[in-house]
């Protein structure tokens, strides 16, 4: 390639230059507008009745709670996790309020193991996954350097290499369908924070979240929304042992959370609308006891 530097291509440099600028500060106006009016017109919940949701790490305690959830919205479940019976136990319950669910014992650390049982699910049920929730987690707890290497590759694995596998294994039928949901649980300890592994692993599923917005942004599929979710501390247990060292009294949000207070998280979940990260993203705690930030642009 030949480069060449003359007065005309420096001018033609600068002009693109202003131009990308002016349109990036039309956009920003544009959003900041935008969301201003959503602050007050709340957007829609989208309708979930009918849908196949699978959820990762199903018998976990959030795992749990949306897979009562989505099922009392009239969602069918797919429950993955790696422990059999806690799995079992939250599709019992799900049965018990007379919902269908179907268990799956996977690793979704194991690309194998997931793109298998994707197939499984397909075979099994007649018909594609259109919402993923991406939900199964692990912490260490450890300090950097006291934190052995296998548990640092687990964190790493589950938190975030396995959100290559699910999406790679549903989005391409949701694509093809231009119809679907993927659902990222995060955290707030990957928007800020100090817990070594877990806070770079969930810091990645962020990026993940946001890479994959963009991406199905920049293609102009319309009929596949994302929503990242990035819950407070709640308490399923993940965290015990944990200690928040200030306090802080803001309309008791942030203390631990009790789980009844998770329900409400599915309804944002819900949204008919993506949410895409800006340069003036900022989570919000959805109401008193809350427990969930979510991004607050949507498309
Ligand atoms: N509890 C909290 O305070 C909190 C806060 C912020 C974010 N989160 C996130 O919410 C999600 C759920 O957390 P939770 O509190 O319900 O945790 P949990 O420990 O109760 O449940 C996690 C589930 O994931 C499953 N799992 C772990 N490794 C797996 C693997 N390799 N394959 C399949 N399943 C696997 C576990 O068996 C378990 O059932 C996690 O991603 C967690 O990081 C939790």
Request: charged residues 20%; glycine residues 8%.
């Amino acid at each position: 390639i030949l480069i060449i530097s003359s007065p005309l291509h420096t001018k033609l440099g600068n002009m693109i230059f202003l131009m990308d600028l002016q349109m990036m500060i039309l956009d920003v106006i544009y959003f900041i507008l935008r969301n201003s009016v959503r602050i007050v017109m709340r957007p829609r919940t989208k309708p979930i009745d009918g849908e196949l949701v699978l959820i990762t790490g199903a018998g976990g305690g959030l795992g749990r709670l949306f897979a009562q959830e989505f099922t009392k919205q009239g969602a069918e479940v797919v429950l993955w996790d790696i422990n059999s019976s806690s799995n079992e136990q939250t599709a019992k319950l799900v049965r018990e309020m007379g919902g269908k669910a179907s268990t799956y014992t996977v690793d979704v650390t194991n690309k194998e193991d997931v793109y298998r049982n994707a197939d499984l699910v397909r075979k099994d049920l007649g018909r594609d996954v259109t919402i993923l929730v991406n939900n199964a987690g692990v912490v260490a707890g450890e300090r950097m350097l006291d934190c052995p290497d296998e548990m640092v590759e687990r964190t790493m694995k589950v938190n975030c290499h396995a959100l290559f596998w699910t999406v790679k294994a549903f989005l391409p039928q949701m694509k093809a369908q231009d119809h679907g949901h993927i659902v990222t649980i995060a955290s707030v300890l990957g928007l800020f924070s100090t817990a070594c592994d877990y806070c770079a692993s969930k810091f990645a599923a962020v990026g993940f979240h946001e890479s994959l917005a963009h991406e199905l942004l920049a293609e102009q599929v319309e009929g596949v929304k994302t929503t990242l979710v990035c819950p407070y501390i709640v308490d399923t247990g993940m965290f015990e042992g944990c200690k928040i060292r200030y306090v802080l009294h803001l309309n008791a949000c942030i203390s631990f959370v009790s789980q009844n207070n998770i329900v409400g998280c599915s309804r944002f979940i819900i949204f008919s609308t993506t949410s895409v990260p800006s340069p003036f993203r900022h989570f919000k705690l959805t109401g008193a006891n809350s427990p969930i930030a979510v991004h607050s642009l949507f498309l």
